[in-house]
C-alpha cells in the first residue's frame, strides 16, 4: 500500500482546494452575470448544507426563503444531475411510504413510496414547500410526523395487507433542500412542530428599476447552464469522495457555535398568543434545547469547509454560521435583535415592533424594563464574537432633540 508523505499530502490539499476556489469563483461569476445582486452568502450557505451530506452526524436541512420571482428555483435546479439527488414537485402523506404497486411487466410488486426508490442515501429537493403549510391539518401533520421520523434516520410504516414486509421501514439518511416563500413566517407556529429540523437561509428581495431591467435582459437558458455546471463542478468531487472524516473544529470556535445556538433558539422559540388582538402572550413558553441547532451548524461549517477542501473549520466558515444563524430567527424578532446590536431605530411598525419585544422579553434576550440586550444576551453574543455598538435609549425624544 502507498502511503503519502507529508509532503503528498500538503500538495494535495492545497491542489483540491485550488480547485474547489476556482468551482466557486464560476459559481460567483454565474450569480453575478444574470441576477441583479445576488446575495453569494446566502447561495454559498445552501450549497454548504448539499456538501454536509457527506458527513457523518445528523443531515443539515436547509429551507431557502425568498419572495417570488427571486432564484431560488434556480439554485436549486442547478443541484439536478449530482448524486443521488432527487427533485419532486409535491408531498402528500404517501409520498415516503406508501405500500407497494404492481409492475405488469414483472409480475410482482414495486415499492412505490419515494424512501424505497432513492435508498438508504439522498439529497431531496422541493422547490416550493409552502404548499405543505396550505394543506389540511391532518394531511399535514401527517407529512411533518413523518419528516421528523426521517431526520432521525428511520421511517416505519403499516398497511392493510401483509405483503413485502421489508418495504414498510426505510432506515437512512435523507438531506431535504427546500424553498419557500416569506409567508412561511406566518406559519411559524406549524413549522415548530417539525421540531425546528430546518435552518433558513433569507434570500433578499431583487426591488427597483435595475433589478426589473436585468431581468428583462437575463437569458435564462445560459444563466442556468453556467450555473449548473459551476455547482456540479463545486459539489461532484465531494460527493462522488469517500466517506470524509469531519473538519477539526478549535475550542474558541466550538464555543462560539454552542453560544450562537443558544441565542438563536431562545430568539425564535415559538410564543402562543391571545387577546382580542391576538398579540397578548398565552403563556410564557420554554426555549427549546440548542442541541439539535448546534448539531446542525456545527455540520453546515464542515460542508462550507468541504466546498474549500479544507480539514479544519475556521473563521471564515463561523461567519457563515452566525448568518444562517440570525436567518432563522422571526423577522420581527431578528430586526429587533439586530437594531439593538447595531444600536440604531427599529426598521418596523410600532405593533409588530412591540409584540416582537414583548416576545424577546420572555425568552431572556430583553430586560423588561428598558427594552435593551439582557445580560444573557450580551454574554451570548461576546462568545459567538459579535461586537454591541452600546445600549439603546427607547425614551421619546425631547422638543429640543425634534428640532
Sequence with gaps: ????????????????????????????????????KPDLDGARALYAAVAAHRLPGQPVWAMLVAPPGSVKTELLSALDGLP????????????FISGQIQDPKRGNKQPSGLLNRVGDSAIIAIPDFSTVSSMKADDRGGILADMRRIFDGQLHKEFGTSDNLDQR?????????????????????????????????RWPRAGGIEAAIRAME?????????????????????????????PGLSHQLRRGIAAIAELTVRARTYQPKDGPSGKDILFPTDPES???????????????????????????????????????????RREVLEALIQKRPVNLPHPSSFVARGDLVCLGLLNEGDYNLSELALT?????????????????????EKK
Design 290 to 332: 440548542p442541541t439539535r441547532l448546534s448539531q446542525q451548524l456545527r455540520q453546515l461549517a464542515g460542508g462550507n469547509a468541504l466546498l474549500e477542501g479544507r480539514s479544519e473549520i475556521t473563521e471564515e466558515d463561523f461567519r457563515l454560521v452566525r448568518r444562517v444563524a440570525f436567518d432563522c430567527i422571526p423577522a420581527p
Design 1 to 36: 500500500m502507498h502511503i503519502l508523505s507529508h509532503r503528498e499530502v500538503d500538495v494535495t490539499a492545497v491542489a483540491a482546494n485550488d480547485r474547489a476556489v476556482q468551482a466557486w469563483a464560476k459559481v460567483e461569476r454565474a450569480l453575478l452575470t444574470h441576477c441583479h
Design 169 to 201: 421501514l426505510w432506515r437512512g439518511r435523507i438531506t431535504f433542500v427546500v424553498a419557500a416563500t416569506p409567508q412561511v413566517d406566518r406559519q411559524y407556529g406549524i413549522f415548530q412542530s417539525l421540531g425546528e429540523r430546518f435552518i433558513m437561509i
Design 218 to 246: 437575463q437569458d435564462r437558458d445560459a444563466f442556468r447552464k453556467e450555473l449548473r455546471e459551476a455547482v456540479h463542478e463545486l459539489l461532484e468531487p465531494v460527493l462522488r469522495g469517500n466517506a470524509i472524516a469531519n
Design 380 to 400: 451570548l453574543l461576546s462568545e459567538a464574537g459579535i461586537q454591541v455598538e452600546g445600549l439603546y435609549d427607547f425614551s421619546p425624544p425631547t422638543e429640543r
Design 84 to 95: 443521488n439527488f432527487h427533485s419532486i414537485d409535491q408531498v402528500t402523506p404517501n409520498t
